[in-house]
Structures are given as C-alpha cells and as structure tokens.
C-alpha cells in the first residue's frame, strides 16, 4: 500500500554486465495500519507497514514492505535500506550523484 514518499535517495548506477548507467531512486513511503485481508499473517491491533520502492533499473524485483509494531518501528525498519542496495550492487555498480562510490 503506498501513499505519500517521505524520504528518498538518488544514486547513479553502471550495470556490471552491459555497462548500462543511469539514476535510480530509493523511495520510502509513509508507514500504514494494517488492516484485515492485507497480509497473510496474524498481527495485533496497531501493527504498521511500510513500502520501500526502487525506481529507474526497469524491475520491481527489489521493492520491499517492512512490518513492525506500529509506525515508527516500521519506518525505522525501512529506513534500513543498505541490505536492499547490497542486493542491487550484484547487479549495478552504485555511485552517489557526485561520483563516489556509493560502496567501497
């Protein structure tokens, strides 16, 4: 479930294979009550989500919900973003919008 971005980073990428650059964003989305139906897992009363989208590589491969106990630990959890871009670093090769590398 997304609804406002409150928070966001842009890094600029190579793909390792095709040597393919452009810009990809980092997007974290306003966390959420979960209600009946929307997962398929048993979660008390006040129990949040939180949506984390990568835009600009063409997949939704990497997009990712966090869940915690109520909003603020599933914005915390999500704002956690380094193991998602570890994954994406398989793949691209990720740098900050100055040059620097966004892993060393």
Wanted: charged share 25%; with cysteine.
């Amino acid at each position: 479930m997304n609804s406002n971005t409150i928070a966001s980073r842009r890094l600029n990428y190579r793909d390792i294979d095709t040597g393919t650059t452009g810009q990809l964003v980092v997007e974290i989305y306003e966390p959420y009550l979960l209600q009946e139906g929307m997962v398929d897992f048993k979660f008390s009363l006040g129990t949040a989500g939180c949506s984390i989208r990568i835009k600009g590589i063409g997949t939704e491969y990497y997009n990712h919900e966090t869940y915690g106990v109520d909003t603020l630990q599933a914005l915390q959890l999500a704002s956690n973003v380094e193991s998602i871009l570890k994954r994406i670093s398989k793949k691209y090769e990720l740098f900050f919008e100055d040059g620097e590398p966004y892993f060393e």
